[in-house]
Nanobody, 125 residues
Framework: QVQLVESGGGLVQAGGSLRLSCAAS????????MGWFRQAPGKEREFVAT????????YYAGSVKGRFTISRDNAKNTVYLQMNSLEPEDTAVYYC??????????????????WGQGTQVTVSS
């Protein structure tokens, strides 16, 4: 399976921006649809955004649509999450994941079998 390492988290004021990166190694990165999920304290891990292995199709959670952008660079084996207009409700640990089940791009956490260790994003009000 592919190994994933996230970076770019931190503390930011409401209205600010952060860009998360996820570097992949191991299996061929371009074979995988990729996604970002997040987990806030006391809550379940939830879908944020996913991107087709070609980069041509993207899905977003309603709560982040228009503020976050997922992208990938297959030559660099990296997927990104650009987060703008951050809100305190965006505070969570953000996880990068590779889809290991199914052919079509998914939004479902259960279809993603390879996960990074997570990176903390904290948005202050």
């Amino acid at each position: 399976q592919v190994q994933l390492v996230e970076s770019g988290g931190g503390l930011v004021q409401a209205g600010g921006s952060l860009r998360l990166s996820c570097a992949a190694s191991g299996r061929t990165f371009s074979y995988y649809h990729m996604g970002w999920f997040r987990q806030a304290p006391g809550k379940e891990r939830e879908f944020v955004a996913t991107i087709h292995k070609s980069g041509d199709i993207t899905y977003y959670a309603g709560s982040v649509k228009g503020r976050f952008t997922i992208s990938r660079d297959n030559a660099k084996n990296t997927v990104y999450l650009q987060m703008n207009s951050l809100e305190p409700e965006d505070t969570a640990v953000y996880y990068c994941a590779a889809q290991t089940r199914g052919i079509l791009l998914s939004r479902g956490r259960a279809d993603f079998g390879s996960w990074g260790q997570g990176t903390q994003v904290t948005v202050s009000s």
